[in-house]
């Protein structure tokens, strides 16, 4: 299997600044371009992070070769 890379970003913000989230652009090597969906979680950080630990067995579970 080849190598894979895992692009992700997080930061976090007051819940109520946030006014809209985005797709963050990423360049191949090839000159094509591709996007990340940007996910928005809030609550308190058990919250947070019972959340964010759902949400990557649920992305690996979309690529069940890896």
Same mark, same amino acid.
């Given at each position: 299997m $080849?190598? !894979? +890379?895992l692009?992700?970003?997080m #930061? !976090? !913000?007051p $819940?109520?600044?946030v006014a809209?989230?985005?797709? $963050?652009?990423i +360049?191949l090597k090839?000159?094509?371009?591709?996007?990340? +969906?940007?996910? !928005?979680? /809030?609550?308190?950080? /058990?919250?947070?992070?019972?959340q964010l #630990?759902?949400?990557l067995?649920?992305f690996?579970?979309f690529y069940?070769e890896?």
């Open positions: $080849a190598n !894979l +890379t692009v992700y970003g #930061r !976090l !913000l $819940a109520d600044e809209a989230v985005g797709e $963050a652009p +360049t090839n000159g094509n371009e591709a996007h990340v +969906t940007m996910h !928005l979680l /809030e609550g308190s950080r /058990e919250q947070i992070e019972a #630990r759902m949400s067995d649920a690996f579970d069940p890896i």
